[in-house]
């Protein structure tokens, strides 16, 4: 039987490899709005993020999410994310 292979990804916060599915995806649509993903399949460019507040905040320091998603991500979908590392 073949081992499937886990998706890694990179957290824009500590630059560390890590399984997908421990990530959380922030995701640019083709309309250019921006989402969060808790699925990780809806289309468009996407960034991830560790489900580490540290790591959330260093991303945001260094306009990392910006760059990713090449377009200027508005103070909103910081709250949202602040709220839901809150919550896990």
Do not use: H
């Not at 039987?1 to 995806?25: H, S, T």
């Not at 540290?54 to 377009?71: P, T």
């Amino acid at each position: 039987m073949k081992v499937k292979k886990v998706p890694m990804r990179m957290c824009l916060g500590c630059q560390e490899m890590k399984p997908k599915k421990e990530l959380i995806r922030v995701v640019r649509s083709p309309e250019g709005e921006i989402n969060i993903d808790f699925t990780g399949k809806k289309a468009g460019r996407g960034a991830y993020i560790c489900k580490d507040a540290a790591c959330l905040e260093k991303a945001i320091k260094a306009k990392r999410f910006d760059r990713a998603l090449e377009v200027k991500i508005s103070d909103e979908i910081y709250l949202r994310l602040r709220e839901e590392l809150d919550n896990e």
